[in-house]
Structures are given as C-alpha cells and as structure tokens.
C-alpha cells in the first residue's frame, strides 16, 4: 500500500508546523477518547440508547455503534462498502435499519441487530455526502444528497426513485447536509431543508405525487419572491432544527467561520451569529448551550441567552465534522459527542461543574505521546488521503 505519512513528501514550514502540533496533542485524555483506526466523517445518535450511544461513518468504509459509557464498545461493526462512509442515519420500519452514504455512490443499509446486509440504494452519480429518514403518507422514504448536486427521495421498502430534486432558479452545487423542518411538515408532506457548496439554504416541499421548492415572500423585499435563505458568504455545511424551542428555529453552521440562528418567525432570517473565527463544521445545541467546532479542533461552548463565549474545549487534533447530543440520564446532564479526522470519539459534560473542571483539566501539562506505529486497517492511501483532504477543502 501506498505511503499516506506525510513526512514522506514535501512539506511546507507551514504543514510542518501544523503537523507538529498535532502530534504533541494526540496524548491528551480530554473528553474521555475513544479511539478508531480511521477518520470519523460522521455521525448520529443511537435512537435506542439516546443518552449513551452513536453511530460513526469510517473512512474505512463501515458503520461502527460506539457506547460511549464503560469502557467505549466499539466492537458492532457494519461492514459492506470498500470506500470510506461519509454519512449516516437511522429510520426504516421501526427505527431498526442504519443507512449509509458512501464515495461509491450508493447507500448502504443494514438491519441494526443482527447486522444483516439490507438493500442498496444506487442512483447518485458521485459520492453521497448526506442522509436522513423520514415518514411521508405512512411510508418509509430515505432522503440523500450528494456530490452530483442532487437530492433523491427513495422508497425504503422498494428500493425505487420517488423524486429527483434540482433548484431550476439559484445553481445548487454539492449537497452538504438535509434535515426533516417538523413544524412545517404534515402527514402527508415533508419539508425538507438541505445545505450545500454554496451559500444557500434551500426548503423543498415533498409529497408522493411531487415536489417543489418553497418560493415565499423576501423578508427583506416582501414584493420580491425568494427561492432560497440566503444569510452565509460561502458553504453551509450543518443544519440543525431546534426541537427545543417554541419556534423550532433552524441552526446553520458554515465555512465563512459562523454559526447562526435562523429566527422562524423573521422568515429565518439570521437572529443570532456566533462568531467561531475558522470553517464551523458542526453545530449544536441546547436549552442552554450552543456549541461550535470544525478546523480549529476545539469546541466552543456559548452560552445561548447572553451570546457570549463561556469556554473552550481542546482535546480533538483534527478537524471536527460532527457534534451529537446525547440526552441526559437518571443523575447526569446533557452532554456532547464529537468526532473528527483525528478518528477519536471524545464526550463532554454539558452542567457548568463539569465544563469549569474540564477547563482547568486542559491547563495542565499534556505527557508526550509514545510513538505509535499505525498497523494498516482503516488507512487511506496517498490517493484517498488526497482526495479526502481536496473534499474538506474545496469549498474554500
């Protein structure tokens, strides 16, 4: 296999720097690490165990269930594609099917327990980099966008194309993320909205019989039509609805360095803009918190009333792609999971006790990480790594 460390090409000063740093930090026990042999692209919530399990995407090319509690489980793999997952979700009949998007162009399916290979979903012409389960008119239907700048509705059931969703007005470019809008949503129609390589938010509305793109008044210009949400300078890569609050708002975080808060009742017109500083990634939130992370490595913690920056986590020595909020259980808060490139799994107390104590944690000298000799599974080679590093990239 081809070589993927680093130091056997050229480098500048500057990677070498980074490369360094990285390096001195791989030791820290911060957020109780988990670690895999291979990037974590993403992730979701285990649906039946909320408060103590998630599913990762590997660029392995596996789904693996992580127990976050004990000792960390790792050991349910689901393993089918030959190139890295991208993404991940959980739906179909009875919550009991993980699904996922890989960079072969198909969606992978699996029945949660036994581990069973289910049906493959093939229609993308590039890799699928987003996926979420939903219920339309008593069926089961399985959203996908992907790198080809299309979204797929699929019937679980059968396999088949329902619809095929394209903006026909603003150019839509790679999809980046979908998620299910519950309070614009009915029985018989979905409201999705998805995220991509530009700045745009798009809402489509979806029933069995068709589709279309919201085209509402401009909050901005109430003559004007607007076909899409416009409030970032470049990528939007996470969306979160916030099924906490009374307005169900719509969270976004983007490669421009913010994340914000779209207010429903302004026509999701930016309400509140945290200002992270490097690409956000991720976003997520709480009652209480609203947390940020992406190519900077650490999580930001913001208290969500005053705005303001209550801390900041270290502990990843990669990129961050997901964060996931774990409920709370009988005697313990809310907390937060968070994967990355680093392929460390780390999980973090949300009470102000436990993010005081985790801070003064941080402070304290890191030992010096003995050398760890990789053993093969779960790398990329030069190739994939420079595939993977041009995909986190290209929408710079």
Known sequence: MQSSDPRHFFETDAEIAKRERREAKTSNTYGNPIKLKSKILGAVV???APSSAIFVAESAGSVRRVQVDGEGDTRTVYRGPTTPVSCVAVGGPGNKTVFAGAWDKNIWSWDIDTKAPGRKYAGHSDFVK???CAKLSGKDVLISGGADKKIIV????????????????VNMLSIQDLVVDPASSSTDELCIVSASSDPHIRRWKIRLD???????????TPAAERHTILEHETTVYKLVMDHDGDEVDLWSASGDGTAKCLSRIRGFTSDDTFEHGDHVR???????WVITAGRDEDLKIWDRTSGKLYCSLEGHYDEVTQLVILKASAGSSERVC??????????????KASLDAAVEEQKKPVK??????PDGEGLLTADEEAELAALMEDDD
């Open 210 to 220: 068709g589709w279309e793109q919201f085209a509402e008044p401009d909050p901005a």
């Open 46 to 48: 285990d649906p039946r």
């Open 154 to 169: 699929w019937d679980v059931a059968t396999g088949s194309k329902l619809h095929v969703l394209q903006d026909s007005v």
């Open 338 to 351: 968070s994967v990355s490139i680093d392929g460390t799994v780390r999980t973090w107390a949300l009470d």
């Open 282 to 288: 991720a976003v997520a939130v709480t009652d209480q």
């Open 130 to 132: 987003a996926i979420v």
């Open 368 to 373: 010096p990480a003995e050398e760890e000799k």
